[in-house]
Structures are given as C-alpha cells and as structure tokens.
C-alpha cells in the first residue's frame, strides 16, 4: 500500500514528507489509492514568480528555462529561493481503485495542494509559456496522493479565472474565520488588489467586518480596487515602510486595524503589519515572503499584543467559498476577469 | 523627541524599525525617553548560539570573535544567519526624564525586548567567556526605547536563573492563553525538557490541560523531564521525523494533540508538529528556526485544519507568570537550577 501522503515518493532526503523533500518520484507506477492528472497549465506562486523574474530582469526564456530546471531536477516545482510552488489544472486520467478522492477520469481539476509536494513531469518543454506571466500552459502529468485535496473545476466559469481564485482560496477562508471572532471589526488589508487580497477583503465584508481599508502600493491598483467597491478606503502606501502603513491605516480606520492581513508578496511587511494592528487584535501572514523570525521579534520588540497567524492554506470549505464569492460579488469578478484577460 | 520605537538610533537602512536594522547607533547622546544600562551579562538565543557554536566546531574563541564582531558591525547582537538575538540583565545607570519605563538608577533588570533591537556596545572584549555557552558575561552599555518591556529582577533569585526563565517568558503566556481556549485540551510540547519547553508544560498544566506529553531527543533529557513530573507522558522521537513525532505523540495522548507548542531549536519540525495536531487543533511554534513557508504549505499539503500561531515573545503578565511558576513548580524550578548550574 502507498502512503496516504506521499512518503513513498520521496526519493530525497529519505523519510520527510514530499514538501520536504528535495526530490520526488514522479514515475513510479499509480498507486492504489492515488490519481494521475493530464497536465493543461500550471500557477506559478506569485513570490516565486517574482522571483524568477527579477533574477533575470524579466528575460522570459531564462525564466522558462529554470522552471523546467526546477522541475527536472525535484520533480516538482519547487522555487528553492522561495520554498513556494503554486498549483495546476488538468484533467483526470487514471483513478487508482483505492483513493478517497471525489474525482473520475475526465473530470477537470484543480489541485488544491501545492506545486512544493506535487510529483510532476513536463513533457513539451513549456513551449507555450513565454515566461513572463505566472500562468503556465503545460503538457505533462501529476500526481495527487490519497491525502490531496482537490476541486472540480465549474463547467460556467473560464478555467483560467477558476484557477486563478482557487490558488488563493485559503485566504477568503481563513479571514472569514479570524472575522467572525470578533463583533464588527475594522480589517486592514495589504495588497488589497491583488487576488488573495481582493478575495479576503470581500470575505471579511461577508463575515461581518465593519470599516475596512485596502492598501496598495500604484495609483493604478488604488483607482482599481476603487472602483470595484471592496474596501471603505482605499489607501495607498508602502507595507514595507512601518511608520508609513501604520500612519496610512490608523488614517483611514481611525484608529489601528482589529485584523491585518497581510498579501502583500515581497518580503519586510512584518512590522508594519504589526505596528498597524490593534492591541487584541490579529495579524494573518497570507504571503510566503514572509519571514518567521521578523514576525516573533517584531511583536516582541514592539511589545504588541497581537495575534499572529501563520496562514494555512487549507480550510473546510474554502474552494467552495471562494468560487461563489467570485459568482456573487461582482467587484470581485471584476477584478480577477481583468487580471486574468491581463495574463 | 526622539521615537518610542527607536528609529532615530538606525542607522542603516533609515527608516526601517530597529529591529529589521543593518545597523544601529549605540553612542548617540540619550534621549529624554531613552533608558541607558550597564550590561552584565547576555543571553544569546539557543538557536543562534547553536548556529555559531556548530558553524565554528565548538571552537569558543573563535564564536567570541564573531559575537564580538557581530556586535561591533551592527551596534546589537544580531546573528545575521539565524536573525535572532537573546537579552540582557544589568543595572540601570541612567534614565531620561520622559521615560514611561517603571525603572530607576542602581534597580538590576532585564531586558525583554530581542537584542536584535537593542543598541548594545561591548567594552571588555567579553574576556570573562570562554565562547562554550549561552549566557555571556559582559562589560558596556545598552539602551532602551520608551516603547521596550523590562522587568526588574527578583531579588530572592539568582540573577542567572532569572534571566534564563525571563528569555523564554512569552512560551508560558501564550500556552497559557491557547490552552484556556479549549476545554481540558491534550497538549504536546515538543522539546519538553528545555528552557521555554518545560515552562509551557507547567503552564499548561497550570491552565487546564488534560493529558500532556513531552517530547524530547535523547534519553538523558527523557530522564530529566520524566523526573519533573511536568508531563503526563515523557517520550523519546526526533522532532524532524513527521511519522514518528506524530507516532510518539499519538501513543502518548490516545490521539493526536488538541495543542502542540514547538519548542525545538532545530529547522525542520513543522511538518512533524502538524501531523501530530488534531483537526481543530492549535500549534504554536517558538523556534525562532521555523520557516514560515515550510509550516503554511505544510498544512495545505496535508489538508489539516490546524490554527497555526507565529510564537509572539510578548503577552502581557509574561514576566509574571513565568518567574511564578519558578518560584511554585518545584519541577521546572529543578530543571532550571541544574541548567543554570551546568551553563
């Protein structure tokens, strides 16, 4: 019998789980109670995709030419610099006899489980990717372990668009959660435009936020989110400037924000975050930029209160959650078609 | 004025906090706000201790040589590899009139705020520390903003004692409020037998926990820990092992644990920490070796609806709270007595 998570595909280091690991098998025979997906295209974590295309100063080709690296050498995609991955779409080829998954073959999915622990194979090259964008078209196979989680995709909704809000769908989840704990709190945003952002500042709305502010960093992305009615305010500031951000938030809210959350991909937004969030109040880390230590000696050294929350990207629920926050709220749709027609 | 947070002491980048600082200024003149300390003693951080002493083969001088250097190049005690710091006890040699810090001249503190933030200069070339251990004796200065956290030291206790337990006083706090939120919770607290380890057992005991387990290495500290009585169940499995961690944890308890406290100074035990978590469960992670993708993609990639808490240094009460448990639970008190002694 395979392991439910995949250990039986780690070829190195030997006994960590795929995530872990350096290098996965992505050839060994279908086991029992796992499913093999027919790659169509691949979505490239958006820290990791920044990334790459700033070590290369946005050269497409050499940025294509490391993913296949990335993937030939782990068997996954695996940024090592980041440790983030992303997700895929494809369409379910082979059902092991024994997997607890809701999929049949034909069926097109999603897969709800990073990129970082996903048995990969590219079989063209990624002939169809010019590199500069974080969508990926691929031809390849993956495979989901008895303990992935994945979605089927909406017949009425583009795949693209589909795709785009399930990578981010922890993000909507978890904000409705860490909302519904307190009575009509002021929520503060960071990278408010963005797809994670845009999603949790909708959800908060649902979940019964009162004042909420969304902080982007261009004039382009503040007349965007804007104009789609998201946010009470919109501001515009730098999350990497903590004197700044706390100013520009405590500004709009009229005081510090009852929840941050922080989807702002570039790393340093840690203070900042912190210095803007209420005494009591709770701070979610959504981006993978993300630096642990930064975050523990931050709220120390500011001798703040605060609860910090490493962002889980599972939730009960959350795929459901965030596609029909994208079918209902049109500010939101809107937001994802542009970016997405923009890809 | 100068700023609570101290921002006019950073000297390189400007305009960042001081704890995300290249470099700080110590010398400047003190502020109205401003508390300055003679320095007796640091107390490096385990994991930056570990990462000098292994990088230098237990060589002492040559990990004085790069403490003195660290110190020297960016005016705090900041380890630029494993980003943490430690703290302080001195006295206090001067205090600004504006000052919001419930000091005077000639009390003996310590410092609760990171040395990361902490503009600290070194006068004796550490000459009175042969490099082999944590806590440092020492000669100079250090400053404290209006907005650090320092508490006046126990004058029944050995200074030594109470600085050890005062430099993990954020592990018992926050157990304790993560424990009171659940109903006679299970508790695994990984690293059991160490400093922040054995006072997370005794608070949660102390707040309502139900079954608890301690998790440690070697057979030694099993011994030790066992001897206690800080846990209901002691057991021996390498953290940086998911399936036995999670194997060892869930023998002990019946189940997997309601609370996880990680408490282990070593990369690579967040997959272990959340494998180990039931659904619904909590993990809070102290390590300042925690990687922050590792523990959100980690949950993802094993569906686990885990609440997963960046361990902030700071609860109100913290200081309080620990040195009381020192002072009543003759366990943790023995364990740190014999730690001190063998420092």
């Given at each position: 019998m395979t392991s439910p998570v995949g250990?039986?595909?780690?070829?190195?280091?030997?006994?960590?789980?795929p995530q872990a690991a350096w290098r996965l098998d992505p050839y060994a025979p279908l086991g029992d109670d796992e499913v093999r997906i027919r790659v169509e295209r691949l979505n490239l974590d958006a820290a990791s995709f920044r990334q790459l295309s700033e070590k290369h100063g946005g050269d497409g080709a050499a940025v294509r030419a490391e993913v296949l690296e990335i993937i030939g050498d782990r068997g996954k995609m695996h940024n090592p610099v980041t440790g983030s991955g992303g997700m895929l779409i494809g369409v379910v080829d082979e059902v092991g006899p024994?997997?607890?998954?809701p999929v049949k073959p034909g069926d097109r999915v999603a897969t709800l489980v990073s990129l970082t622990l996903t048995p990969l194979v590219v079989e063209?090259?990624?002939?169809?990717?010019?590199?500069?964008?974080?969508q990926v078209p691929c031809t390849g196979h993956a495979i989901l372990f008895a303990r992935s989680v994945v979605a089927v995709l909406?017949?009425?909704?583009?795949p693209r668009l589909s795709l785009a809000v399930l990578d981010v769908c922890g993000a909507p989840a978890l904000t409705s959660r860490v909302v519904r704990g307190y009575r009509s709190p002021s929520v503060a945003v960071l990278g408010g435009a963005g797809k994670s952002g845009s999603l949790a500042l909708a959800a908060a709305r649902r979940a019964g936020a009162g004042r909420t502010v969304g902080v982007v960093p261009v004039p382009a992305e503040r007349d965007r989110l804007a104009a789609a009615g998201l946010a009470t305010e919109v501001v515009l500031a730098d999350a990497r400037d903590p004197v700044a951000l706390a100013a520009a938030v405590t500004g709009a809210l009229g005081g510090p924000a009852d929840v941050t959350v922080v989807c702002v991909d570039v790393p340093g937004c840690e203070h900042g975050a912190i210095l803007a969030t209420a005494d009591g109040g709770t701070v979610i880390f959504f981006s993978m930029a993300t630096s642990f230590a930064a975050a523990a000696l931050g709220a120390e050294g500011l001798a703040a209160d605060v609860t910090m929350l490493v962002?889980?990207?599972?939730?009960?629920g959350h795929a459901e959650l965030a596609l029909d926050l994208v079918r209902q709220d049109t500010g939101v749709r809107a937001l994802f078609e542009a970016r997405v027609a923009a890809d």
């Open positions: 250990l039986h595909r780690v070829l190195d280091p030997v006994g960590v789980l024994a997997t607890p998954l063209d090259g990624l002939a169809g990717w010019d590199g500069r964008g974080e909406p017949e009425e909704l583009d962002g889980n990207g599972y939730v009960p």
